[in-house]
């Protein structure tokens, strides 16, 4: 079958590492490869992805097309979470957007009247006169603590994140290019896009929405970086001697199990593939081509198709134990004889190579996957990690009410990341309980 002409796949999660054991990473995130799409298989690092690489920006998802009967439930939903986690924020961004706006018309208007204490006057009504020092604190009041612990978050995380490195620019690019992707099919700008229905407003350009993602982005890595960093040498080293030691490179062709393919479906279809490598296996030449052939005709993996389901120097804790386990298991040039599942479906997996690698060379990949792991499964990590932050940079709020308001939103912020982590511990502990039963 010719590639061009299948349906197009359903956008996929941009990650290194796919096939995920509790749910389809990113995990922007937040990824050694973040320009490769749905491969081998996350590991449980990715299975929430802390919001993936970016604070507030929905997850990643591969710029490939869409199918337009599950596109809109899918861009909905996103849509939907997206705001109302945002909205607090546009809301107060606006509002003093347009109070700066007043403030300065009023200081260069002749006209303003002004009280006798000199406060100028912005409205009246019935004999009641708002001044602009009446707007002010009331706007502080209302929206003040948020506005505030924005701008000293991204003070700090400009200064605790120099730089970006290819992996992160690559990763901006994915969230911008999906962004666009869907700008597309509702065919509208991509000002109106965002504005309408993401609720971000005052981007207008590509490139100002690039730089709008990097700011949040940058925040994601300064959390991340702050956690790595408390993490032990010792325990560095144990992660990498369990999960990182030994890299393996492989040829893979994922069946997904979908809406439109069911389980049974998915397998059925990956053992005929096997059949088809079946009558070549003795040529190892012709093993290869076919491989790649069939990885390119039939894998689901956007990252990976085009290249025969090339899949480099992944190692155990990046991801799905079956999927791991699976490839090690095999000589170089085998392939599976057997279907293994995934989260996403079935792998038909040919080894290529593998290698033993230094703690050294990997350690700053093991450090921030090992942080990743650790936000994702105790939330109030983010918020420690941001007030701790806040202390070594010295914050002091000189106004009373403000820094009651702001201590009041740590305690909160850590009662509800406290409750998050609960209920996502009971969900995944009665999911395992379930597919042990099925298991059984």
Same mark, same amino acid.
């Given at each position: ?130 001044t602009t020092d009446d707007l002010y604190i009331d706007l502080k009041d209302s ?5 505030l612990i924005n701008l000293i978050d991204q003070h700090i995380a400009d200064d ?39 609720? !971000?407003?005052? =981007? &207008? ?7 709008? /993602? *990097?700011?949040?982005? #940058?925040?994601? $890595? @300064?959390v991340q970086k702050y956690v790595g960093d408390k993490i032990s040498e010792d ?113 038909? !997996?040919?080894? =290529? &190579? ?7 060379? /990997? *350690?700053?990949?093991? #450090?921030?996957? $090992? @942080? ?69």
């Open positions: 079958m010719n590639k061009d002409t299948k349906n197009p796949k359903k956008t996929t999660k941009s990650t290194k590492k796919t096939p995920v054991k509790n749910a389809k990473a990113t995990k922007a995130n937040n990824t050694k490869k973040v320009s490769q799409v749905k491969k081998a298989a996350p590991n449980k690092t990715e299975k929430k992805e802390v919001k993936q690489a970016v604070n507030n920006i929905p997850e990643v998802k591969s710029t490939k097309k869409v199918e337009k009967s599950n596109l809109f439930t899918k861009i909905k939903n996103i849509i939907l979470k997206n705001w109302e986690e945002r909205k607090e924020f546009v809301i107060s961004c606006i509002v003093i957007v347009i109070l700066a706006c007043m403030i300065v018309f009023l200081a260069i208007s002749k006209q303003v009247p002004k009280l006798k204490d000199g406060s100028e006057v912005l409205a009246s009504v019935d004999g009641l006169k708002i929206y003040g603590t948020n506005q605790y994140v120099k730089e970006f490195t290819k992996d992160d620019e690559a990763q901006i690019k994915e969230i911008v290019d999906y962004y666009k992707q869907y700008a597309d099919y509702y065919g509208t700008s991509f000002e109106d896009f965002l504005s309408q229905y993401v609720g !971000i407003s005052g =981007v &207008s350009t590509e490139e100002e929405f690039k730089e709008y /993602v *990097k700011k949040d982005y #940058k925040k994601t $890595l @300064a325990e560095l080293k144990k992660e990498f001697e369990k999960n990182y030691k030994e890299k393996l490179t492989v040829r893979h062709i994922l069946i997904e199990v979908d809406e439109e393919t069911t389980e049974d479906e998915a397998k059925k279809q990956a053992e005929e593939l096997i059949k088809k490598l079946d009558k070549v296996k003795d040529d190892s030449e012709k093993l290869e081509k076919e491989f790649k052939d069939l990885a390119y005709d039939n894998s689901a993996d956007q990252a990976t198709y085009k290249d025969g389901g090339l899949y480099k120097d992944f190692s155990k804790g990046e991801v799905d134990e079956n999927f791991y386990n699976a490839a090690k298991e095999l000589k170089n040039g085998e392939y599976t004889k057997e279907p293994v599942k995934s989260q996403y479906g079935y792998h038909v !997996i040919l080894k =290529v &190579s593998s290698k033993t690698t230094k703690f050294k060379d /990997v *350690k700053d990949e093991v #450090k921030t996957a $090992l @942080a990743k792991e650790k936000l994702t499964n105790d939330a109030t990590l983010q918020v420690t990690a941001w007030d701790e932050l806040r202390k070594k940079y010295k914050l002091k709020i000189n106004d009373t009410n403000i820094s009651k308001e702001y201590k009041k939103t740590i305690e909160n912020s850590k009662k509800s990341a406290e409750d998050s982590t609960k209920e996502n511990n009971s969900t995944t502990n009665s999911n395992s309980t379930s597919s042990e039963e099925k298991e059984d």
